[in-house]
């Protein structure tokens, strides 16, 4: 039904920049949310920045001096900026999406919620 492919991962060093990408794929009328988790080994995923469709955009405190979120609505995209990142930023980022409107064949509309891509590892290191 939905995909979310991301990609824009890496090796960069510390104060370095980073840029990911997640499109999702599929008849798509709307997205509502997409967002950027991360996760490191043992602990949970957590939010690191979320926009609407309307372009309301939400960060964790921890990075929200150094990321933008946005959205490309027409090609169900969202990127992230990361800048000046740091060794704690190493992780696993995620790609979210959730009340996503498909068009079924036969006129029906269905909403899809939590949708996850497969992730991409960025790594920041000297």
């Known amino acids: 039904q939905v995909q979310l492919v991301e990609s824009g991962g890496g090796l960069v060093r510390p104060g370095g920049s980073l840029r990911l990408s997640c499109a999702a794929s599929?008849?798509?009328?709307?997205?509502?949310?997409m967002a950027w988790y991360r996760q490191v080994p043992g602990k949970q995923r957590v939010l690191v920045a979320s926009?609407?469709?309307?372009?309301?955009?939400q960060y964790a405190d921890s990075v929200k001096d150094r990321v933008t979120i946005s959205r490309d609505n027409a090609k169900n995209t969202t990127f992230l900026v990361m800048d000046n990142l740091k060794p704690e930023d190493t992780a696993v980022y995620y790609c979210y999406a959730d009340r996503v409107v498909m068009a079924l064949g036969g006129n029906r509309i269905i909403t899809v919620v939590d949708r996850w891509g497969q992730g991409t590892q960025v790594t920041v290191s000297p």
């Open positions: 926009i609407t469709s309307g372009g309301s955009t």
């Open positions: 599929g008849t798509i009328l709307n997205i509502d949310t």
